[in-house]
Every structure is written in structure tokens, then in C-alpha cells.
């Protein structure tokens, strides 16, 4: 069961899977999970990329994430949903994410 958790990620990287495209990427320990799929090239619907507009909203499908700020723009019933925002949160563990908005830039870099 996917886990929302309200503390900050754990000190090791951790393996990002976006389904359903199944691309995988590698997250540093505290960096975001929007920025380590950039990073990688896989390109997740965003915009104010600070927890409040809520664009880049997305479905944890397994694993545990953490949030970089206090009060991320998700309510406690969408927590329990699994729903988060990845322009704030990191993995805690290896994660899978369900977002079909998801796609590839041009610098794509994954397995
Ligand atoms: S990009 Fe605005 S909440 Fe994530």
C-alpha cells in the first residue's frame, strides 16, 4: 500500500518507476521527485513547481514518499488516496507513480 508520509525523505536514491509508460529513473536523496524525472527526461504536467497549484498532481501507486515543505496543497483525504505532488515531495523508498500526462523531452535519459 503507497504511503504519504508527512517526514522528510530517507539519505539514500531511490528508483522512480512512471507508469503507465514504465519509464525509470534514480531520485537523490532530497531531491524532488519532479526534479529527478527532468532530470532524467521524462517531463510530468507542472507549473508553480512549489506545492500550491496543484498541476502536477499524480497517483502513488507503491512505496513511501515525503514532503519538502510543511503544508503541501493536498488534503488529508487525498494523502490517503495516494495522491501527491511531486514538485515537493521525495521517495522514501523505491516508488511507482501512475501518471499518463507523463512524456518524454527531448533529452530523454532513461531505462
Ligand atoms: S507544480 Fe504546482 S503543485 Fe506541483
Redesign the pocket.
Known sequence: MPTVASQPPQATESQIRIEPAGWVCTAAPLQSI?QATQQAGIEL?????????????SQLVSGEIGYLIEW??VSAEERQQGLF????ACARSDIVVDQSMAHRSSEFNVT
Do not use: D, I, K, Q
Not at 508553480?48 to 498541476?55: A, E, I, K, V
Not at 505532488?85 to 515537493?88: H, T
Open positions: 519532479l504536467p507542472s507549473s508553480c513547481r512549489n506545492g500550491t497549484c496543484r498541476t502536477c498532481l503541501p496543497g505532488l511531486p514538485c515537493v
